[in-house]
């Protein structure tokens, strides 16, 4: 009854019932409320807050916009949401109310707008130093958060005697008579000179800010109200609706983070795998970088007109990959058809298909172009096997970035043209041909295939000392028999007649066939 009577009713008011009701003969008695419970509707300065960072956000965002100055000086507090938080961090530092602080700072700095006297530049959010009879006279600080921390060691230094937990920044922190205002309403008169100075932040705006709720659609500066609505995401995730129920930053937090990266849908209109089937543009450029098709249609999607929920048809299959257009030797239809297990593994799914043949298919080899053949562009070119051996994928990307417009050969064949010959400097080709080496001997053809290399590389170890003939413009057995002086010279050393006639015997016109 006591508190229906204060909230209603002034001392005088109570006085005047409680003397009607004695002439009247009540056997009621009325007390009239003392100075301790008429403080107790006072609202204390110190103490726990939940009030979160989406609340302060939403409060601001329906008076003002937050100062682009906060951005474009490079400040500590580019966005508004990096402002808010600052603030509940200093305040639950020192255990100030962040409710009070924040609308306080709005009051003293007129939502940031800075009318008075104090410039945006000082970062000074209470009016610090700023005293009737010296108007020129204010503190400035060094980053927002350093200004933030000095009104919310300001506000302590009147609400409470407690030690400061942070380091002082206040300059005035020793000129205030210690707990003479541990209610808002105290700071009337004291803090301003206004009588109503405490009443009109407690009523003005924080009574205001009460009325929003945490929930927001902007985060780091960007609003991201085109694909996230955090009622229907919240709605939508059991495990969110665990997490982040009472939170609408962190909410709006997990969604850029995680739930773009996850292909969460977060609001009915729009679809990210829905966005990434419509357009071949947004898949050659992204991928399966899902959180980037959410960005896209933030920043240009939803401007353009593009659809985010309803299917435009099939339009085209993806070539790029990475920033590279694999098209030259990459084509979705020919690689599904001649690979099944492609098909198997990703059905329709024209970016994980792409991107398999990048990661798996170039290195096993897999044709996916019939304009290009992997066996055929490495057995042409001799430059190309040195620089990759045999590592295939480089024979791909080579064609894509250059071998295309030097205009190579891509197309298939089983035979390797002009294979390795040379070795430290010394070319055998005078001894030795790839293709005759294979031809003539069965047993290395079946031992090394294409290889050009293991082909010389077996000529230089075993070929030459089992006096193989690997041309057919030398044989051993002939150049030894047709010279006795080189009979005398090398005897069974049969490498050292390869050997002397690349070294000397062609070019004195020896005879080798």
Known sequence: ????????????????????????GSLVAFVIPSKDSVAEDKYPIMGPSNVSVGQLMNYYNSVTTYPLYYAWAGTDAPTLDSFCQMYIDECNAEGVRVEVAFCQAMNETSYLRYTGRVPIEAKNFAGIGAVDSD??????????????????????????????????????????SRGCAPYIEDLS??????????????????????????????????????????????????DLRAAFANDGYALVAHFVNCGMNEGRQACPWFNVQTYK????????????????????????????GRSGLYSTGDN???????????????????YTSHNPDVKAAFGNDDVATLRHFVDCGMNEGRQANSNFNIWGYKNRYLDLRRAFGNNLSQYYRHYVSCGRAEGRDASYTDRVFNGEHEFFGIDFSLVYDFNYYQ?????????FNNDDVAT??????????????????????????????????????????????????????????
């Open 439 to 447: 031809e003539k001997n069965p047993d290395i053809r079946a031992a």
């Open 277 to 304: 089937n419509n357009y071949l543009d947004l898949r050659n450029a992204f991928g399966t970088d899902l959180r980037s098709y959410y960005i896209h249609f933030v920043n240009c999607g939803a401007r353009e």
């Open 316 to 334: 085209g299959k993806v070539t790029c990959f990475n920033g590279v257009n694999y098209s030259s030797v990459y084509d979705y239809d020919y």
């Open 1 to 24: 009854m006591r508190a229906f009577f204060r909230r209603f009713c002034n001392k005088k008011q109570v006085l005047a019932i409680l003397i009607a009701v004695i002439m009247l």
């Open 456 to 513: 010389f590389c077996h000529f230089l170890l075993c070929g030459m000392r089992e006096g193989r003939q690997a041309s057919a413009g030398f044989n051993i057995h002939t150049y030894a028999n047709n010279y006795p002086d080189l009979f005398a010279a090398f005897f069974l050393d049969l490498p050292a007649y390869y050997l002397h006639y690349i070294n000397c015997g062609f070019r004195e016109g020896r005879i080798a066939v």
């Open 189 to 238: 008169g004291k803090w301003a000179s206004s009588p109503t100075y405490g009443n009109d932040i407690r009523y003005n705006y924080m009574s205001k800010l009460g009325t929003f709720n945490g929930f927001t659609t902007m985060y780091q500066g960007v609003e991201y109200n085109a694909v996230y609505d955090p009622n229907y995401y919240l709605n939508s995730y059991a």
């Open 135 to 176: 108007p020129g006279a204010w503190a400035a600080f060094g980053s927002v958060r350093e200004g933030i921390r000095a009104h919310v060691q300001h506000l302590k230094a009147y609400a409470s005697t407690d030690n400061l937990n942070n380091w002082c920044v206040d300059p005035r922190f020793n000129l205030v």
